[in-house]
């Protein structure tokens, strides 16, 4: 019997829930001093002096550090498509951008001592007219970076058919904002580093890409990738936010090289808050058309994107949402333009999703607002667009190739676990009776890309004398049980037990190469590698007991409920997969294979997310009740695991849409700078959900699967919205905003029983 | 200041500033990783420990103010013969956890809550774990963990 697809428990779990994981900040580093940063506490100005001289006579203080100090390069562009007088420099160089930002860095002996300096640094500054409003900054009025003279960052032009719309009898727009979130793993930045005695840095860091880390460690410390060593323990979280590099990673790396001395940093959590990179932060303009039948026809999104001060990886998000713009519908003609612009704000980046929750919010919440319009069901609506499974594979009009769906099953499934219609019916009782606490229900179809990025991945299979096998892989785990899975994968081609297998990942010596953990690959391309090289193992073992057995290499099989090898038909004398690795290991070989496997592009999971809400109409308080997840994700090799990832992407998507937002004043002050004020969602706050899978499986790998890390996420956040909105729709709201906060619900519906239509609810 | 505290029940004795919070007394005068720091304004409860018996945050107790006391974390939890208490093993039968971090705190929290409350209901767990943040698991499978340990039959001894 198939181990794959079975409710494995994880390996993992026994240390964490014993002892605890070791995360970066728990590694025993004997004689390390710790490195602490100035920030500014501006969001835009000119730096008119650091003032350090009280801080180099403190006992204690090793040195301190401005970008000068340094002589590192800056950041290059992102994938060479961003704005390159844009690039932010290792620590703030002339001029800081946003608050937050690093200007100096302290070394000293302990972490007190270190946070003690940070207070007698003195930063003089020469303000400067502050930019926050992505909308503002596109006027290029005032410009963060003269020298670019505006402050587009990139941008994507494409279309502007005029003739778009004109066969359409209806048309409705949207303007909506998807507002900056922050990812906050549990665990904040963290890393550490020294010199080897053979003279190469040792780094740890707390990332989702080590090699990553390595490389970049090697380009801007002139050193060759080999005399640098990461090692990623333990990550508390990374949710895309650990995808990058930051400037501080670096400048550790640089102390280390400079002093020769174990050099430590771990943020707090109000440094994390400003410079862990932000998520989302767009505005978007959307039109759809179509006939009163509800076939939509033309669909057009305009994105706005805030890159925060420095053109970084969230700059190029629109990239992502532009792949995506069409959503799960059949619509003949579809568009999507963007620009990124910088603001006096974080940095923005990665955050589960990247660019495809921005998409599919967008086309999800103007597909209710069309239904609206030409009043059908949201539901019907949605079922006469989506693409049928017989037309795959599927090209968009934004020439984005879709793999394999069945988009109607999962709607229909949805509709049936949820009850749609005794919900509706509900839902009319309490509107009839004008009841103050109003049902709202909403749908969300969505298809997402994931392995979106050209990347291939490294695999290894090691049988060892001892019968143990040990796998590499360099995809690189933060909760998502790599170590489990890859060990089922394994298990499964070699018939061998998962406690005889070891998973060894993050270790850049010993797994030479790897893309790392983000946009829903690892499983699709890292454990597809896994899986080839343990089908390699297996054939290499065959050749082996070929001659041990002396038979022909045709007739070798493998008795996976033993794992050992026969001729067939005489199972009686057999060899061991340790027999056969000592056999390997005597002739001076071990019984190894490796694996880099090519991306074979990228798949696209689907799904139908429904969520039902209640709003208290007098409060404008928000309850969700429920929330329906029918996710397909390919094959599941997983389900604890698939399940997992899809509970907490739907709290990710459910917090969006209901409660986070980073806020900033109009000088740039962030509001939102710590886990008290940032409205961060609880256990309080959110019901147990109810997840269905739907199985397709994709011809586009191996293994048949497709990414599920992200999924949660996009399907859940319009749900939600849709659902807030529809619970006041009948009072005439036609739009609010998220995240759909008591005020804002309460303004939404005072505006429209006093007459404003238009309302969008109270910022 | 020389401090005293049973961690554990080990009796544990240290010179330490007098600023020092409890869990820094645990990391770093112990030597307990297990107990991790999550924010700076005691919102997250990552560094949730058991202080004579009650959850407290232990980033929110001067080491001092607890002189004589006794601290359980969550290297203190597995029962005497070596097993996972029931609280551990649930979250590892109902996949309670992914990236680990909040896990300690998380399970220091639904061991006092199920002290205070042996038969509680999915409303009670949830608004009990309110100042327990979890980035990765959308808190379903904790509640379903609490819920399940709670049905443990050495939790009702």
């Given at each position: 019997m198939s181990i794959l697809g079975n409710r494995v428990l994880r390996r993992e779990d026994p240390k964490f829930l014993t002892v605890g994981g070791?995360?970066?900040?728990d590694l025993a580093l004997p004689g390390s001093v710790h490195v602490t940063f100035?920030?500014?506490?501006?969001?835009?100005?000119?730096?008119?002096?650091?003032?350090?001289?009280?801080?180099?006579?403190?006992?204690?203080?090793?040195?301190?550090?401005?970008?000068?100090?340094?002589?590192?390069?800056?950041?290059?562009?992102?994938?060479?498509?961003?704005?390159?007088?844009?690039?932010?420099?290792?620590?703030?160089?002339?001029?800081?951008?946003?608050?937050?930002?690093?200007?100096?860095?302290?070394?000293?002996?302990?972490?007190?001592?270190?946070?003690?300096?940070?207070?007698?640094?003195?930063?003089?500054?020469?303000?400067?007219?502050?930019?926050?409003?992505?909308?503002?900054?596109?006027?290029?009025?005032?410009?963060?970076?003269?020298?670019?003279?505006?402050?587009?960052?990139?941008?994507?032009?494409?279309?502007?058919?005029?003739?778009?719309?004109?066969?359409?009898?209806?048309?409705?727009?949207?303007?909506?904002?998807?507002?900056?979130?922050?990812?906050?793993?549990?665990?904040?930045?963290?890393?550490?580093?020294?010199?080897?005695?053979?003279g190469r840095l040792e780094f740890n860091s707390s990332t989702q890409a080590p090699h990553g880390v390595r490389d970049a460690l090697a380009t801007f410390l002139g050193l060759e990738p080999d005399q640098v060593h990461v090692v990623t323990p333990d990550v508390g979280g990374g949710f895309g936010a650990k995808a990058a590099v930051y400037p501080e990673d670096i400048v550790v790396g640089w102390c280390a090289l400079k002093l020769g001395r174990s050099v430590r940093w771990t943020e707090t959590?109000?440094?994390?808050?400003?410079?862990?990179?932000?998520?989302?932060?767009?505005?978007?303009?959307?039109?759809?058309?179509?006939?009163?039948?509800?076939?939509?026809?033309?669909?057009?999104?305009?994105?706005?994107?805030?890159?925060?001060?420095?053109?970084?990886?969230?700059?190029?998000?629109?990239?992502?949402?532009?792949?995506?713009?069409?959503?799960?519908?059949?619509?003949?003609?579809?568009?999507?333009?963007?620009?990124?612009?910088?603001?006096?704000?974080?940095?923005?980046?990665?955050?589960?999703?990247?660019?495809?929750?921005?998409?599919?919010?967008?086309?999800?919440?103007?597909?209710?607002?069309?239904?609206?319009?030409?009043?059908m069901d949201p539901a019907e609506l949605r079922r006469r667009n989506l693409i049928g499974k017989d037309d795959f594979p599927y090209t968009t009009p934004v020439e984005t190739l879709y793999d394999v769906g069945d988009y109607h099953r999962a709607l229909d499934l949805a509709l049936e676990v949820a009850g749609y219609d005794e919900l509706r019916a509900e839902q009319a009782r309490r509107r009839a009776a004008g009841d103050v606490r109003q049902l709202g229900i909403g749908l969300s179809c969505y298809v997402e890309i994931t392995n979106g990025l050209p990347d291939g991945e490294f695999g290894a299979v090691e049988v060892r004398p001892d019968g143990k096998v040990i796998v590499r892989t360099g995809t690189s785990p933060h909760g998502q049980g790599h170590v489990t899975a890859w060990s089922m994968l394994v298990a499964e081609q070699l018939g061998v037990a998962i406690e005889d297998i070891e998973v060894v990942h993050g270790d850049t010596d010993i797994v030479p190469r790897g893309a790392g953990t983000m946009g829903s690959r690892s499983l699709q391309i890292g454990g597809a590698a896994v899986n080839q090289a343990a089908v390699d193992v297996v054939e290499k073992a065959k050749d082996l007991a070929a001659g041990l057995l002396e038979a022909d290499r045709e007739d070798i099989v493998l008795?996976?409920?033993?794992?050992?090898?026969?001729?067939?038909?005489?199972?009686?004398?057999?060899?061991?997969?340790?027999?056969?690795?000592?056999?390997?290991?005597?002739?001076?070989?071990?019984?190894?294979?490796?694996?880099?496997?090519?991306?074979?592009?990228?798949?696209?999971p689907f799904g139908t997310h429904i969520s039902v809400v209640e709003v208290d109409t007098e409060t404008g308080k928000v309850n969700l009740l429920r929330h329906i997840a029918v996710d397909d994700a390919g094959r599941i090799i997983s389900p604890l695991l698939a399940e997992g990832q899809v509970h907490g992407g739907i709290a990710q998507g459910v917090a969006q849409a209901l409660l986070e937002e980073v806020v900033y004043d109009l000088e740039g002050n962030p509001l939102t700078s710590t886990l008290a004020d940032y409205s961060f969602i609880s256990a309080a706050e959110l019901p147990s959900y109810e997840t269905r899978f739907t199985e397709t499986p994709t011809p586009v790998n191996a293994l048949g699967a497709k990414g599920i890390g992200e999924s949660g996420t996009i399907g859940s956040t319009p749900a939600v919205h849709n659902a807030v909105c529809d619970a006041v729709a009948h009072l005439g709201v036609r739009h609010i905003d998220m995240p759909t906060t008591p005020i804002r619900v309460w303004n939404a519906i005072n505006d429209a029983a006093t007459g404003d239509g238009s309302a969008k609810g109270g910022r | 200041m020389q401090i005293e505290i049973t961690v554990n029940g080990t009796t544990e004795s240290h010179d330490v500033e007098a600023r020092t919070l409890l869990v820094y007394y645990l990391r770093d005068a112990v030597g307990l990783k297990g107990t991790n720091i999550g924010c700076d304004t005691t919102s997250c409860g990552a560094c949730t420990v058991l202080l004579n018996g009650q959850s407290?945050?232990?980033?929110?107790?001067?080491?001092?103010?607890?002189?004589?006391?006794?601290?359980?974390?969550?290297?203190?939890?597995?029962?005497?013969?070596?097993?996972?208490?029931?609280?551990?093993?649930?979250f590892q039968e109902c996949h309670g956890l992914q990236c680990g971090y909040c896990t300690p705190g998380m399970v220091m929290a639904i061991t006092s809550l199920l002290a205070e409350n042996?038969?509680?209901?999915?409303?009670?767990?949830?608004?009990?774990?309110?100042?327990?943040?979890?980035?990765?698991?959308?808190?379903?499978?904790?509640?379903?963990?609490?819920?399940?340990?709670?049905?443990?039959?050495?939790?009702?001894?």
């Open positions: 070791t995360y970066v900040d100035v920030r500014s506490s501006m969001a835009h100005a000119r730096i008119v002096s650091v003032d350090s001289t009280n801080v180099q006579a403190m006992p204690g203080v090793i040195a301190v550090y401005t970008n000068d100090d340094l002589g590192l390069a800056k950041f290059p562009t992102v994938m060479g498509m961003t704005n390159e007088a844009m690039a932010p420099s290792m620590l703030a160089s002339g001029t800081v951008r946003y608050v937050g930002e690093p200007i100096a860095a302290i070394v000293a002996e302990s972490r007190e001592i270190a946070e003690d300096a940070l207070e007698q640094v003195v930063v003089e500054y020469d303000p400067l007219n502050v930019v926050i409003d992505p909308v503002r900054a596109r006027t290029d009025e005032d410009l963060l970076f003269p020298d670019a003279g505006t402050n587009t960052s990139f941008s994507l032009d494409f279309g502007g058919d005029e003739t778009l719309f004109d066969d359409c009898d209806v048309v409705v727009e949207l303007e909506l904002v998807n507002q900056r979130v922050a990812p906050c793993p549990l665990e904040v930045r963290s890393a550490a580093a020294h010199m080897s005695e053979d959590r109000s440094e994390s808050m400003l410079g862990l990179g932000h998520g989302r932060a767009q505005v978007q303009h959307v039109r759809i058309g179509g006939t009163r039948e509800g076939v939509v026809q033309a669909y057009r999104i305009e994105v706005l994107q805030d890159s925060g001060a420095y053109a970084g990886f969230g700059t190029v998000l629109p990239f992502m949402t532009r792949v995506m713009t069409s959503g799960p519908y059949k619509i003949p003609k579809a568009e999507c333009a963007s620009v990124s612009v910088v603001t006096n704000s974080t940095p923005t980046t990665a955050y589960r999703g990247a660019g495809r929750p921005e998409a599919t919010a967008a086309i999800e919440r103007i597909m209710d607002v069309f239904a609206r319009e030409i009043e008795n996976k409920a033993k794992g050992n090898f026969h001729v067939v038909g005489t199972p009686a004398v057999s060899r061991s997969w340790a027999e056969l690795a000592a056999a390997a290991a005597k002739d001076g070989n071990p019984l190894f294979a490796e694996v880099d496997l090519a991306s074979p592009g990228p798949t696209f | 407290v945050k232990s980033c929110t107790v001067l080491a001092a103010q607890v002189a004589g006391d006794e601290v359980t974390t969550i290297e203190g939890m597995a029962l005497e013969d070596g097993r996972m208490h029931p609280v551990q093993q649930a042996p038969e509680p209901t999915e409303e009670y767990i949830r608004l009990g774990l309110e100042g327990n943040l979890c980035r990765c698991t959308g808190y379903h499978n904790i509640v379903a963990a609490a819920l399940a340990a709670s049905g443990a039959p050495e939790m009702h001894q």
